[in-house]
């Protein structure tokens, strides 16, 4: 039972250091708008890990004796290749939020200024007075 939770996992975690190539590979070419459905993916991956990490917690609880040296040693570098993507998208995931922040308040900024030459409703459609 446990040889196949951690093969389980193996799977798992092999297709979110795939996902996470791609998220990278898309940062790096900018396609910002892709990146919302990439990481539904994700989400369902780091749920799927989870389940298959608790059923192994579960089984290690009730028969400790099938944990070898080598399952752990593979499962601990699998987590730890999956921590290493992490390491390098996070910052360049705050990098395009913070780009996006100064964005928004640009046009905030600029949206607050043109509303500074909106003419009142009640002089609309008026005529110019005056001599001439």
Not at 43 to 54: G, S
């Amino acid at each position: 039972m446990l040889a196949r939770l951690m093969e389980e996992a193996g799977c798992c975690y092999g297709q979110l250091q795939i996902k996470l190539e791609d998220l990278a590979e898309l940062l790096r070419q900018g396609r910002v708008e892709d990146v919302a459905a990439l990481t539904a993916e994700l989400d369902v991956l780091f749920a799927q890990a989870q389940q298959v990490d608790l059923k192994i917690r579960q089984e290690l609880r009730a028969s400790p004796e099938q944990l070898t040296a080598q399952r752990v040693r593979i499962y601990i570098q699998q987590m730890e290749n999956v921590k290493k993507q992490f390491d390098v998208l996070i910052p360049q995931i705050q990098d395009i939020k913070s780009l996006i922040a100064s964005d928004i308040l640009q046009l905030r900024e600029g949206r607050a200024a043109v509303g500074g030459y909106k003419s009142k409703t009640d002089h609309r459609g008026g005529t110019i007075k005056g001599t001439y």
